[in-house]
Every structure is written in structure tokens, then in C-alpha cells.
């Protein structure tokens, strides 16, 4: 009955940070939209009442308008100085909060964004078998720490120190892992074909 009780919970708070991230871009886009529609109203409400596939011209500027926003924010990320601003507050402030560093690069990977900080995937022994992990450190010659995902979820998991012996290496890139991971282990025939 606990261990029915520890998937439930771990599954219910694997959800939570699973949809965190989401809800506060929904929101971020919301009260955005909002600002951009009361900039555009007075400009828009001098144009004809026209709908465009059943869309208001006022929220269809409104729309157009954030998509470039959010195109020059993306090419002014691009520069050396806002990448230095970014390293700067992660190194400084966002590294303090528990699973950035994790999510970051986890949402790198399913965007499609290719990161240097690509975490390396490793399958570690656990009391059902091997298991996906990824490589977050080397404590010293002979210990690392990982991090175990769960399936279908990875955005919860545990957190363990290994030897090296222990840890088996395969040539897996972490966008394959955690597709393969999020639908339950399908696909993994291919995946470790000749590296078991």
C-alpha cells in the first residue's frame, strides 16, 4: 500500500514540475498579450472592423506583434553581451534553484536547441536492472554523481552516487534518452542495439 502510494505521489509532483514551466509561459504570454493589446488599441481602432479567419484585426496585430518580440529577443540572446548577462545571473542566482541546471538543458534538448552542456547518458545498475542516467559530475577518480530520470516523466528522479565500475557507457545523445524514457522505453530496441 506505501509503495502504491509513493508512485501516486511521486507521479502527482513529477506532473506539477512537468506543467510548472508551461503555466508560467501561458502566463508570461497572457499578461504579455495584454500589454501589446492596449499599445495597439488606439492604433487599431482608426482601421476597419475586419476579421481575418475569425480573428479581430486588433489580435491579430496583437499576435504579430509578439512573434516579433519574441524574434528579436531570440536574435538579441544571440549576442556576446546577453550571453554574458545570462551566465552571469545563472552562475549568480538561477544556479541556487534545485533542477535548473537539469531543466534547462532537458528543455534545450526537446526544443532542439544543441547545448554544450549536454548531459552525458550512462545506464547505471539499480535492484530492477539498468537503468537510463545522466552523468552530472565526478566527485573523484572513483565516484560520480547522476541522476536517475523516472518514465514517463523525467523531470523527477533520484539523485545517486556510483563507482565506475558501475557505470556503463553508451553512445546516446540526451534528446534520444529522454524520448525514449517519455514513452515508456519504445524504441529502445534500436536505441541499444549492440551496446547492452
Same mark, same amino acid.
Given at each position: 500500500?506505501?509503495?502504491?502510494?509513493? %508512485?501516486?505521489?511521486?507521479t502527482?509532483?513529477?506532473?506539477?514540475?512537468f506543467?510548472?514551466?508551461?503555466?508560467?509561459?501561458?502566463?508570461?504570454?497572457?499578461?504579455?498579450?495584454?500589454?501589446i493589446?492596449?499599445?495597439?488599441?488606439?492604433?487599431?481602432?482608426?482601421?476597419?472592423?475586419v476579421?481575418?479567419?475569425? %480573428?479581430?484585426?486588433?489580435?491579430?496585430?496583437?499576435?504579430v506583434?509578439?512573434?516579433?518580440?519574441?524574434? /528579436?529577443?531570440?536574435?538579441?540572446?544571440?549576442t556576446a553581451?546577453?550571453?554574458?548577462?545570462?551566465?552571469?545571473?545563472?552562475? +549568480?542566482?538561477?544556479?541556487?534553484?534545485? +533542477?535548473?541546471?537539469?531543466?534547462?538543458?532537458?528543455?534545450?534538448?526537446?526544443?532542439?536547441?544543441?547545448s554544450?552542456?549536454?548531459?552525458?547518458?550512462?545506464?547505471?545498475?539499480?535492484?530492477?536492472?539498468?537503468?537510463f542516467?545522466f552523468? %552530472?559530475?565526478?566527485?573523484?577518480?572513483?565516484?560520480?554523481?547522476?541522476?536517475?530520470?523516472?518514465?514517463?516523466?523525467?523531470?523527477?528522479?533520484?539523485v545517486?552516487?556510483? $563507482?565506475?565500475?558501475?557505470?556503463? $557507457? /553508451?553512445?546516446?545523445?540526451?534528446?534520444?534518452?529522454?524520448?525514449c524514457?517519455?514513452?515508456?522505453?519504445?524504441?529502445s530496441?534500436?536505441l541499444l542495439?549492440?551496446?547492452?
Amino acid at each position: 500500500m506505501k509503495s502504491i502510494f509513493k %508512485i501516486i505521489k511521486a507521479t502527482f509532483l513529477g506532473g506539477i514540475l512537468f506543467l510548472a514551466p508551461l503555466v508560467v509561459l501561458l502566463v508570461i504570454l497572457e499578461k504579455g498579450y495584454g500589454i501589446i493589446q492596449k499599445v495597439t488599441l488606439p492604433l487599431v481602432n482608426n482601421l476597419p472592423r475586419v476579421h481575418v479567419l475569425g %480573428i479581430a484585426l486588433q489580435e491579430l496585430v496583437g499576435i504579430v506583434i509578439i512573434i516579433l518580440i519574441c524574434f /528579436i529577443a531570440g536574435l538579441l540572446a544571440r549576442t556576446a553581451k546577453a550571453k554574458n548577462l545570462i551566465q552571469k545571473l545563472e552562475d +549568480g542566482i538561477l544556479s541556487f534553484v534545485p +533542477g535548473y541546471s537539469f531543466m534547462k538543458s532537458m528543455n534545450e534538448n526537446i526544443m532542439g536547441i544543441e547545448s554544450k552542456e549536454d548531459l552525458k547518458v550512462i545506464l547505471v545498475p539499480t535492484d530492477a536492472g539498468l537503468q537510463f542516467a545522466f552523468l %552530472i559530475e565526478q566527485i573523484d577518480d572513483n565516484n560520480f554523481t547522476v541522476f536517475v530520470p523516472d518514465a514517463p516523466n523525467p523531470w523527477s528522479g533520484s539523485v545517486v552516487f556510483v $563507482e565506475k565500475k558501475d557505470i556503463k $557507457e /553508451i553512445d546516446m545523445t540526451q534528446k534520444q534518452a529522454l524520448a525514449c524514457i517519455r514513452k515508456l522505453g519504445f524504441g529502445s530496441k534500436e536505441l541499444l542495439k549492440n551496446k547492452l
